[in-house]
């Protein structure tokens, strides 16, 4: 076990009326938030939601106008950063650059007072467990950013902060890269078990890495969620928009669409969601989904445009009133772009949302 050498500390997060004014700028507008001990929390949502400042004011870095911050029972709203035991990650990776690599993950520890043996041991524990052992006595510089970003990621290790805190790790990495280290990160996490606040606005990152998502927009919290409730289970229009690639089809109730979901459609429903992998082409549904599945009458819709995706094709359609309608399929090769086809929706999957966007079913 590699992490014998590196204890795992696992404290909650609690944020209690949160609010981060900027001169006339609500950048936090007061949010309520737990997050339990040793549980991995994702922030997301679109730039200048508020985010950053949320975790800024987790790290002391940033005061709030009003509220409270309380970390494992401790309320640390006036602590200054240094006090707080918590690890930040930026974007950037911030190495020294003229340090190697066991010297820059020994740099956390330079004020703790550690025996060289303990110290190296640490360290090596971290190198091994994130991969670099062989890099320790390179400089910055001979690393790949993926590696950098790991050392960054080890330096905030090796310290055995309550609380990691990472605010976009991983953007600054290739695409590539970025899914593999993710991956590693989740990993990692586990491993230790280390309350972790992240932030991103890369919905798909959110989606595979969190254990609960933060939806948040214009300094509030949409809502909060496993990534499938917030999936399955969006509470308004936003977050349904928010999560899911290609986006959900939000289509206007008034537009016809009513009578061919059949009969129970709540009078204050004023939109339709439904997402492009929750409709299909007639006579194109599998015979597994056609004998599983709940399937509305269909809508005759004119399919613009075919895009291939791999094993399936993204269908770009019209409706009667010119409404673009989004579905994926498997049946793209066999159709044709300027045809008309019929599309039919699953209903179990058909979310219903009234005039302000809120979900009703
Ligand atoms: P991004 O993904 O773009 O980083 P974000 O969700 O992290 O966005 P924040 O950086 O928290 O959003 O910003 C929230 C709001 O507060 C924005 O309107 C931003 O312009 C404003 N803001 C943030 N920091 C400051 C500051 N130091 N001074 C003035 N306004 C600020």
Redesign the pocket.
Known sequence: DNNQDIESIQESVKLRNLRKE??D?V?VNNIDLEVSAGEFVVLL?P???????TLRMIAGLETPTSGTIVIGGQDVTTVPPQDRNLSMVFQSYALYPHLTIRENLEYPLRKMALSVDERSRKVNSVAEMLGIREHLDKKPDQLSGGQQQRVAIGRTIVREPRVFLMDEPLSNLDAKLRVETRAELQELQQDLGVTTVY?T?DQEEAMSIADRLVIMNEGRIEQTGTPKEIYEKPANTFVSGFVGEPAINLIDISKGWSRRLGGDVPSQAETIGIRPENLYVEGNVDSDVRESVDLSEPVSLTLDLIEPLGDTYELTLTDESDTLITVLSRAGRTLTEGTDVEVVADMSKVHLFDSEGEAIR
């Open positions: 900027f001169d700028v950048a949502g730039s200048g939601c508020g985010k950053t400042t932030v606005h």
